[in-house]
């Protein structure tokens, strides 16, 4: 079965940094982009960016470049989602999802249960 | 980026009501339009990619359709079960932008 499980909820202090994982199993993880979605609280989807694992080539959304950084590591089929000092406005659900095939304008497919991220003093 | 501009915001209708939400893409994406559904505190879910095809196990009365950069998604008679919100996606360039999602209420 082709699975994503992302870490726990993490609750931080503004300024502190995180990362986040997401771990793929059941199929070849080097051959599908894995992406990035934010929730904010009661809001809607917000498309973050993707990461082939094959290579790490990354693609970002103009709204979350330089403030997050994907990564993978293929070796134990994760990726990851980390930032360098949080702030409150990052409060929300951040998932991570597989694309259906592996082409990159495939849509997302396989989802992780999300991970809750609080910020706050 | 592309925006994507989904209406109604929300909307009630009652079991077996025709129910019908639209997505405006603001450039050419193709046919890379995707719908998803997404239940309080879950995961999104896939219903449809490529404007009109459906996942395995989606019921039949989940129905896509385009005409230029307008996409439509239409459930042609209502189910609880589909209480959700839905939000469609262009995935044909990144940002891979979704819509401000639609919340379906039953009557």
């Known amino acids: 079965e082709v699975q994503l499980v992302q870490s726990g909820t993490e609750v931080k202090k503004p300024g502190e940094s995180l990362k986040i994982s997401c771990k793929a199993s059941g199929y070849d993880f080097s051959t599908h982009w894995i992406g990035w979605v934010r929730q904010l609280p009661g809001k809607g989807l917000e498309w973050m960016g993707i990461?082939?694992?094959?290579?790490?080539?990354?693609r970002y959304s103009p709204s979350f470049h330089g403030q997050v950084t994907m990564s993978v590591d293929k070796s134990i089929a994760t990726a990851y989602l980390q930032w360098r000092s949080l702030k409150a406005s990052d409060t929300a659900i951040y998932y991570c999802?597989?694309?259906?095939?592996?082409?990159?304008?495939?849509?997302?497919?396989?989802w992780g249960q999300g991970t809750l991220v609080t910020v706050s003093s | 980026d592309i925006q994507m501009t989904q209406s109604p915001s929300s909307l009630s209708a009652s079991v077996g009501d025709r129910v019908t939400i639209t997505c405006r893409a603001s450039q050419f994406v193709n046919m890379y339009l995707n719908w998803f559904q997404q239940k309080p505190g879950k995961a999104p879910n896939l219903l449809m990619f490529?404007?009109?095809s459906l996942l395995s196990g989606v019921p039949s009365r989940f129905s896509g359709s385009s005409s230029g950069t307008n996409f439509t998604l239409t459930i042609s008679s209502l189910q609880p079960e589909d209480s959700a919100t839905y939000y469609c996606q262009q995935s044909y360039s990144t940002p891979g932008t979704f819509g401000q999602g639609t919340k379906v209420e039953i009557k």
């Open positions: 490529g404007i009109s």
């Open positions: 999802a597989r694309h259906l095939s592996t082409s990159l304008v495939a849509p997302f497919h396989i």
């Open positions: 990461i082939y694992p094959g290579d790490s080539e990354t």
